[in-house]
């Protein structure tokens, strides 16, 4: 084949994939990019949503820089994004590890430990609510039966407990699905390592730090990104289990944008948290891709 040909035959295949990935760019430009410039315009309006908007300049900007509420909606979203990593990312690298593994209840225990991936948050913020109901719920009802009735709280009504105990639910939401990942990922190391560890007398535990971490690097990396991406998310159960309350104990900064452009009706205000949330994703991925190498594309199994 001459080099002309193959010129050719590259192009028409770069055409090609083009054509094929149109369908998805245009997805992508309609619901993503399309919006956002809509959201930046709307941010330098005064707009509730059902007059014409008003040029206000920066008017939202400026009032951004003095709302404690949207301070302290940050705050609670960068403390969610800490916790969410802080206790998802150790219990489903264990709980991943453990499933790729031969044990004869494995397969049965991994049934009902996903149980949770198959409902909605709207559905499992709703049977926390009734779960955790201080006169009816599940929970105090067995505290009191067990004779632990000076445990039994408002578990969601009282504002020191409502955050950690929204918490506990979205991390027990959401483990199953960094656990598949890391499921995923261990059984892609070869059996060859561990057998020769074996024979060189490496333990369990050794196995574990000098083996399946290691190889795991590229998988703590895609859920490290997805659990702090997906932080910036979480509107669902806050607004299902308490609505952001009481106060402002659970008010995130996705459910703070919520509330303010269409309970409140200041969609101008709004549009400006919600690129302040866009442009915090966007910072927040790069830094990540950044500084772990990930942009290397370099396999981790590279030199076995």
Known sequence: MSASTRTAVSRRDGWIAVLWSLPALAFYLLFAIIPLFIAVYLSFTNWNGLSQPTWVGLQNWIALLSDSVTGNSLILTIEVMLISWIV?????????????GTQRYRAV???FYFLPLLFSAVAIGLTWVALLDPNFGLVNTLLKTIGLSALAKGWLGDPGLAFFVVMVII?????PFHSLLYLGGARQIPRELYEASTIDGAGRLQQFFFITLPQ???????S????CTGSLTYFDLFWVTTGGGPGYATRVLPLHMYITAFPNQAVGYGSVLAVVLALFGVVLSFVFLRFTGFTRMSSQLEGL
């Open 216 to 222: 795991l690097k590229y998988t703590v990396i895609t």
């Open 109 to 111: 225990l991994s049934v």
């Open 88 to 100: 998802q990312t150790p219990i489903s690298l264990l709980l991943g590890v453990f499933m790729a």
């Open 224 to 227: 490290t990104t997805l659990i």
């Open 171 to 175: 991390c027990w939401q959401f483990i």
